[in-house]
């Protein structure tokens, strides 16, 4: 869907004025033509009346006296001798040689009189102004369209020749300038709960306090993403185990619809894969996926063949419809997050892609008779609890009985207890649970390796730490995550893979200016969601300082504003020590801890157990806000 902001209409109402000033212009143009012509047909002295006077106009007709009427016409139109004999008649005859040598020397001295008038009329005069080409368009035209005509300063004002000032004739400048000018472009790099945050919160807030000198450039928000579609990764412990439990069109939220009431500002979604981030070119290059991103990237780089940033001018060339395109940016929010070993936990690509991993996960799961879940994190907990809960107990509380022949779940956890970074007593407390519902919980082993389809059967091999290994049915890694990085370069990354940016800014120093990055992929965030909506006020409050600057700079390039830029005063963010985390195993409980404090079972079932929150999903396309948010008297989204 491509989205139309005022801009776009208010350049589309302008052109259509252009065209009209262009067609009165060429009017003008060709009236003044008309009467040019009209005034070297009017005759100025006797002579070139008589040669211009009207031929008779009359009839042709038969007879006698018609022959002799059209004889008077043809002596008329040969033009009158100036020496003719007062005794003649019409009808008379003048001596043939008189009248030959008297017309040949008059003929002569008129043409010559007539072709020095005609010289006289077509000589240029330097002190009018330079005449352009007929199909040249007006000043006004120029204007409106965004492009300048005017020679440029270092050539000067020399005499005007028929060709134009300096020989050039009017034709489109490189550079546009007005409403054809290309808006900057604020690029968000990741469309999950950092990105659609960042993104609303740039169109609600922080475009209001932009473009506030009459130099500020127009700004156009570009969010590129692999997916159009958010994956409620929350409730895929659930998702994960039958279809009907949490369904795909509540779990994949579209995202296009929740800009639907941004449509007055200038802002385009782009699918599309960034692979490579340039912070010398100051460019992003982006592999599309599906015809429609690339229709879309052409149509933001289309017009940028000049782009000046930070004081570079950068060359880009797109090919038209091209599946790798390069985005230059004025602004960078790098929001792309962090991904699961496995397609069931997270997206990985098109939201496509983990439905399939969906589906057929289903249907191995509903044959399968031994289960490995590897994690002893609150993923791996989660989801080893759901199998056990879902499969191997039918019927509704309190007529709740455990199935004749329940399926193996074993659960290694890889340290010396469940949820090693919470308290040891909820730690305690999940195990307990767990082998209520019957998993086998081993401790202290890992998963060194693992083959899938090794036999015939289709089973997996799963090969431990502890020198053995143990053969299952489905194999479900739960394992962590790891930074969706691989597009920036070396210099900018910790050895785990992490965006090394400021803990307290937000920004990425060693980028440049105006780069920023925000979520998993950062090295402050500790991979909690609360991480993420706790430093989005202060990215955009940060960004909004360094764009204004940016702005009175242009304003004032000799440091003229320097008193207002150094009031900007930036955000700091506070990273929070309380925990809180919700943990469902059984179908009415689980552990949790909000706010540092242990809460009971039924409390976990109520925040999320019930139904992983899927409720509060369309508030992250929607508005950006925090899905956990505690509304208070001040309304604080993020909070």
């Not at 764009?547 to 390039?557: D, F, Q, W």
Request: charged fraction near 20%; aromatic fraction near 6%; proline fraction near 7%.
């Amino acid at each position: 869907m491509d989205l139309l902001p005022p801009t776009y209409i208010e350049e589309r109402l302008a052109a259509d004025e252009a065209k009209r000033l262009a067609a009165l212009q060429q009017e003008m143009l060709q009236h003044k033509a008309q009467q040019a012509r009209e005034q070297q047909i009017t005759p100025r002295n006797l002579t070139q009346a008589l040669l211009r006077r009207p031929p008779l106009s009359r009839p042709n007709s038969s007879g006698v006296l018609g022959g002799i009427y059209q004889g008077f016409v043809k002596a008329a139109s040969a033009g009158p001798s100036p020496l003719v004999s007062p005794l003649s008649t019409p009808c008379a005859t003048p001596p043939p040689g008189m009248n030959k040598q008297v017309n040949s020397a008059e003929m002569e001295r008129l043409i010559a009189e007539q072709k020095r008038d005609a010289d006289i009329q077509l000589k240029p005069s330097v002190d009018k102004t330079p005449h352009y080409e007929p199909n040249a368009p007006s000043d006004d035209f120029q204007v409106l369209a965004g492009f300048t005509n005017a020679p440029s300063e270092k050539d000067g004002l020399n005499e005007p020749t028929t060709k134009g000032v300096n020989g050039h004739k009017r034709q489109p400048s490189k550079t546009p300038t007005g409403l054809g000018a290309e808006p900057l472009n604020v690029v968000i790099l990741g469309a999950s709960f950092g990105g659609l945050s960042c993104a609303h919160h740039f169109l609600d807030y922080t475009i209001n306090n932009l473009s506030k000198t009459s130099t500020a450039p127009n700004y156009r928000l570009v969010i590129v993403s692999p997916s159009t579609h958010i994956y409620w990764n929350i409730g895929a412990p659930r998702a994960l185990v039958a279809p009907g439990l949490i369904k795909h069109d509540d779990a994949f939220i579209p995202i296009e619809p929740g800009f639907h009431r941004h449509r007055g500002h200038q802002f385009t979604i782009i699918q599309g894969l960034c692979t490579e981030m340039d912070p010398e070119k100051r460019t992003v290059t982006v592999e599309l996926i599906g015809s429609q991103a690339q229709k879309r990237a052409s149509q933001v780089v289309k017009r940028s063949s000049k782009f000046i940033s930070m004081g570079l001018e950068i060359e880009t060339i797109p090919l038209p419809d091209a599946k790798v395109q390069t985005i230059p940016y004025h602004a960078l929010i790098m929001a792309t997050g962090s991904s699961a070993h496995s397609e069931l936990l997270s997206l990985h690509g098109p939201h496509l892609n983990t439905i399939g991993a969906l589906n057929a996960f289903h249907a191995k799961v509903a044959a399968a008779k031994s289960i490995v879940v590897c994690g002893g994190g609150c993923s791996g907990v989660e989801t080893a609890g759901q199998l056990a809960t879902f499969l191997n107990y039918r019927g509704r509380w309190p007529f709740r009985k455990r199935v004749k022949v329940p399926k193996q779940i074993i659960l290694f956890t890889g340290s010396e207890r469940c949820l090693p970074a919470l308290v040891p007593k909820m730690g305690q407390q999940a195990e307990i649970q767990l082998k209520r519902l019957g998993v086998d919980v081993r401790h202290n082993i890992r998963v060194l390796d693992v083959k899938e389809n090794f036999d015939l059967t289709g089973q997996t091999n799963v090969v431990l730490s502890d020198e053995t290994s143990i053969i299952a049915d489905l194999y479900l890694p739960c394992t962590g995550v790891g930074p969706n990085s691989s597009y920036v370069p070396a210099t900018l990354r910790d050895d785990k893979g992490y965006i090394s940016n400021n803990p307290d800014t937000m920004r990425v120093d060693a980028a440049g200016q105006r780069v920023y990055a925000i979520g998993d992929v950062a090295t402050y965030s500790q991979n909690y969601v609360l991480d993420v909506y706790a430093a989005v006020p202060v990215l955009m409050h940060n960004l909004s300082n360094d764009l204004v600057a940016h702005e009175l700079r242009l304003a004032s390039p000799y440091g003229g504003n320097q008193e207002e830029i150094d009031a900007l005063v930036d955000d700091v963010y506070v990273q929070r020590h309380v925990d809180s985390q919700l943990c469902p195993i059984t179908r009415f409980g689980g552990v949790g801890m909000l706010m540092d404090k242990v809460i009971p079972k039924p409390m976990v079932h109520l925040l999320k157990g019930h139904d992983y929150r899927v409720c509060k999903a369309k508030m992250v396309t929607v508005n950006g806000g925090n899905p956990y948010a505690i509304k208070t008297a001040l309304g604080n989204k993020y909070e």
